[in-house]
């Protein structure tokens, strides 16, 4: 049941294709469905997975809700007709819900919904997650939805989700008015690709622009400061006019981070002062820490090359695990009596995409 996609480096039109396969190694070749799409730049391509359905249990697609009303089945949701509508039994549209579980375990990124083109469009959900399972137990929330409704509109929701689930269900939290019944008139979920311009390289900060040693749940200290306008936030400003320094005769450094919440930490940049450079890290060592205590060591810059006024240099980690706490202990370059940088900035490295 494995559904598989590729992309074709083609722009120009053609009558015919041939799918020729390489290597078979069986003595057969088959396949249940090959489908060609031309993508438009910035634009979706969107696959939707069930067939219309005719009952509840059906090419080995199962359909179950916590409440129907007899009239409006829950399998009414994927029968592909606008005129028939699933409902909830009045008073029970909070915490309902309607699944579907698939033959296989199948990736979905998208459900395409669509309201009663009625009057009773207003039964629609105005709150709900959209929720993946491969027990039918326990269930990972895949997005979170609030919305408005006009009569017989379709929506397309495309999450992101990179595990393919047994079963997908939409939990509604809330309906336009409490008494009501929830009610949807289709319910459809499939895969959606996009055309994308190109890669973008992102840098986050994992700090914001600190103006003091305390702020908002971020606390940077260290060992040494050389005083009240050399303090240890201003390695943390952004702002490589200022600078941190400690006092004079301190051969170990140590500056603790300590964040509310744990972020990963990849990518680490220092700026040399503008005016001093030579007083930057002659070494340093990168320690992380959930509960700053045990520390896990990321990075050990031993062997650095000399530091040019108001020239970066930067450093690739090679983690992908989050943490609250990170630790930094570091030496005086060339035996100078102190340390001093104009910035340290702790980044999260990653690629995303513009469409």
Known sequence: GETRQYYIDNSTAYRYYKFTPIEIPVTEFRISRLRLYHKIAGQECLQKFIPKLTSATQGGYEITCSSQLNDHLAYYAFDGNDSSQWATTIGSAQNSWIQIKFPTETLCNVVTIKARSDSYYIQSPISFEIQGSNDGLVY?????????????????????NEIPFLYYRIFIKAVQNNGDPAALSTINFGTSLREYKRDLNVRQNLLPIMSSNSQDGYEVSCNSEYGSDWKIHRAFDRNTGTSWSTGYNSPTTTILITMPTAKICNFISIYPRSDLGHQAFGTFILYASNDGENWAELLAATDISAWINNTPKDWDIDNNLAYSHYKIVATPYNNENCVSVASIDLLHKYTTREY
């Not at 990972?140 to 992101?160: D, H, M, N, R, S």
């Open 140 to 160: 990972t929330t895949l997005k979170a939805v609030t919305t408005g409704w006009t009569q017989g509109e379709e929506k397309i929701i495309v999450f992101f």
